[in-house]
């Protein structure tokens, strides 16, 4: 359910949170949808030879998440973020 918290209603330490398990479905949507065929992403056989052993989901993927948390949650119906700095390690 989407809130409508107004930003002067926002405190300091106020959180959000959200669940989402990313399937298969999600990763290979993602990739039609973006263009990242990346193999670490869609092939289990070539994941399996990187430093992750196996497949993993885009970084920008679930950077996404925090525009769903932004958008429905915290503040929530109206909210446009502008920016973020990510690191991806």
Known sequence: MVQDRQFA?????D???MSKTVTEYD???????TGDFNPVHINAEFAKTTMFKERIAHGMLSAGFISAV??????GANTIYLGQELAFK
């Open 9 to 13: 209603d926002i405190q300091v330490g």
């Open 15 to 17: 959180t959000a949170s």
């Open 27 to 33: 990763v290979y949507t993602y990739a039609g949808l």
């Open 70 to 75: 932004l958008g429905t949650a915290l503040p």
